[in-house]
């Protein structure tokens, strides 16, 4: 999750649409989670020394973004995007510069912490203009539905962190990390599914963004160059720190917050429908549902993008902890039990909503 410190501020589809029966969309899958043992190697593979943080634009976010693409590539996934007419890919690129800032959105000023605030840029087509950006990823992989499989229900999560200051490693085990290998098992599963013949309705498109931490970019990025038109797009289910407790809930960790601002939108029932059939963790307990929260989480995400071009979101995390955007984000202190009840909650209500009869 960002921080919350300035102001906010031809169809791939259509192409392998085909005639396809509803398949068992009935099956009944409420008994499955999401397996805690591919939670914790993706997790412990991400926050890593070896991937140094996974600041957006660094070797170790490259690094990172590929390990993505094996992945769904290895859970037989399509690939989200084209290189061209022939060739897809499962990376999508883009530009982005870097202004250091203050917390406080000001310029630096000595003794004042600092972070990087990233903007968007043009691709590079010359020399010179790469001399002048970054290049960064993000990583998306397809589910094809059945009947219903133009209609295309996003699953999300960034998988960039901070990097290192000095020889200081930003781990982001739980931010976010935690997420990212919620979205690449809950990928898995889909597929073992997918491998007895038992499919969801609608399409499952999985996304895993970068230059969240420096400005939402990733996500921003894919928002206004998606490879699939934004009105298929029926809802983004974006998962954003799931491994950990916040201090309100040290003694009560079997919880979930769901975000969904003052949006109206059936998708927090189908989530409560889909924790009663399953994981039964406390939703919400402690607030945080309303855009009003001075913690202002619901902006503090890339589902927001999403929410900007009017496509629906809810918004699965644990809020913040003593670690949160701290060296000591590290993949041993993530509950994996708690990581898989959250990771089998956000597998479950992705079930319902491809699923339902109405969107
Ligand atoms: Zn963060």
Redesign the pocket.
Known sequence: ???LSSKLTYCFLSLLLGVNRPLIAQVDVSHMVVPADWLRKHVFMLASDSLQGRETGTIGQQQASIYCARSFRQSHLLAAFRIDSVQGSFRQTFAFTTTEVTLYGGVRMNGKPTYKRHELAPLPVTARDSSHVSLSHNVGGLLMGTDLKQEVVVLSAHYD??GKVGKRIYH?AD??ASGTATILSVASVFDSLARQGVRPRRSILFLLFSG??GGLLGSQYFVANSPIPLHQLICDLNVDMVGRADDYHSKKPNYCYLITGSQMNGLASLASRANDQSVHLALNDGGYDTDSDPKQYFYRSDHYNFVKVGIPALFFSDGEHSD??QPSDTADKIDYELLQKRATLVFQTAWLVANEEAK
């Open positions: 999750m960002r921080l962190h901070l982001g931010d976010n969240e931490e949160y955007h």
